[in-house]
Every structure is written in C-alpha cells, then in structure tokens.
C-alpha cells in the first residue's frame, strides 16, 4: 500500500493474555518507530528499528514489551500478561532512512482495551 | 533529547492566521525543529520543518529565531478542518527519533 499500515485497528482483551500488534512500513522504509498514545495524552517513544535492528529501546515500558522487525520491512510489537495500564492506541511510523530531515509517516494506530 | 514547551490551548478566527509558539532553548545545534499535528483518532501528520532558516510549504510556515530557541508555526488562513493538536519537536539528529511533548490544542472558531 501507499502508506504505513497498522493491524489490528481495534483489540479487545483480557487482562493477562499476550497480544500482538502489525506495522507494514511503507516500502523501502529503513527506520521505523513504535509509539503509544495514552487518552489525552501525547505520544510517548518505545522503539526504534533500522533495518532489522534496534538500537533503541529506550522507550519501552517494561520486559513485557518486545518488538521485532524481519527482512527490513514488517514489524509486530508484543505485549505479554497485558495491564489495564497498557490501553492505549499504538502508533507505528516509518522513514526512508534515518535521517534527522527525512519525513516520518504515521499509521493510524492500533487502538488497544485491556479489560 | 531536547525539550519543547508550548503553550496548552490556543482560539484562532477562521480566515485568520494561526501563530503557534514553541521553546527550545536546549536544542543543539544540528538538531532540527519538526512541526506535526493529529487531528482527533488520527495518526500525526507532518507539516514542516527547519534547522536555521525560515521555511515555507504549502501548508504553513516557520520561522525560528536566530538563537535558534524558540519558533512559531503560522498557519496563514486557517480553517475549521486546521483544528487539531499541533506538536513542535526536536528532532534527534542520529536516531531520527520524535519526541513529543503535549502539544498545542487549537480550535479554529467560525
């Protein structure tokens, strides 16, 4: 597709269940990033991938929270034994490399309710 | 990472210019200035951005001061559909990482 794509747009889960959350990058997007927006609240960094590596995890809340990215494209964020906490919507965006100049496109996010 | 400081809310007359402020007096030197904004239930969307010189695009423009601490987006004639939460950022030079802070709410008024 044309632009960063996010799946699923809406989950649903029980506090205590695993999910995992999808970013396709738009295509030949080296860097791509993992925000989180809480309710009223600004977007908060996890992750950041070049390539399929991630040189900075400083954002990611606790060991719950992993996240991988293969053959340089797609990516899923993981969250284990989920808190109520962790609703949020999550936002993946990409850039063509990562350049302090280059433009970051945003997904629309992956709205997530931990019941 | 640089911190930016805007103000919380802004009102701003449809048809009128909408100048949006933004403290960086931390920003380093090859660190650029980054303008988004989200409308509501949507991803951010990037509007501009500039290291040293005033930019200009077709949806705003940036002026930064010479001491390079602070910037004001001017949206010049703003419209219902310009209400949203607008993010000034600085930009980490070696990551490309955004970091946003809280943002600007602005309402543009009929």
């Known amino acids: 597709g044309a632009g960063v794509s996010q799946s699923p747009s809406n989950k649903v889960t029980e506090k205590g269940k695993d999910v995992e959350l999808r970013c396709d990058p738009i295509?030949?997007?080296?860097?791509l990033y993992w925000y989180r927006q809480s309710l009223g609240q600004g977007l908060e960094f996890l992750i950041y991938f070049q390539g399929n590596s991630a040189p900075d995890k400083s954002g990611l809340p606790s060991d719950r929270f992993s996240a991988e990215r293969t053959g340089g494209s797609v990516s899923t964020l993981t969250i284990q034994r989920t808190q109520q906490e962790d609703s949020a919507v999550y936002l993946c965006?990409?850039?063509?490399?990562?350049?302090?100049?280059?433009?970051?496109?945003f997904g629309e996010g992956s709205r997530l309710t931990v019941l | 990472d640089a911190k930016t400081t805007q103000p919380t809310s802004m009102d701003c007359a449809e048809g009128r210019a909408a100048n949006l402020p933004c403290n960086h007096s931390t920003i380093s030197g090859n660190e650029y200035v980054y303008w988004y904004r989200q409308i509501h239930s949507q991803g951010p969307q990037y509007i501009i951005h500039?290291?040293?010189n005033n930019e200009t695009n077709e949806m705003a423009s940036l002026i930064i001061t010479e001491d390079r601490k602070s910037s004001t987006l001017i949206l010049p004639h703003a419209t219902l559909r310009d209400t949203a939460v607008y993010y000034c950022i600085v930009r980490n030079p070696n990551t490309g990482k955004l970091i946003f802070g809280q943002g600007t709410t602005l309402q543009v008024k009929p």
């Open positions: 500039g290291l040293k």
């Open positions: 295509s030949g997007h080296t860097a």
């Open positions: 965006a990409s850039s063509l490399n990562p350049s302090p100049t280059g433009e970051l496109f």
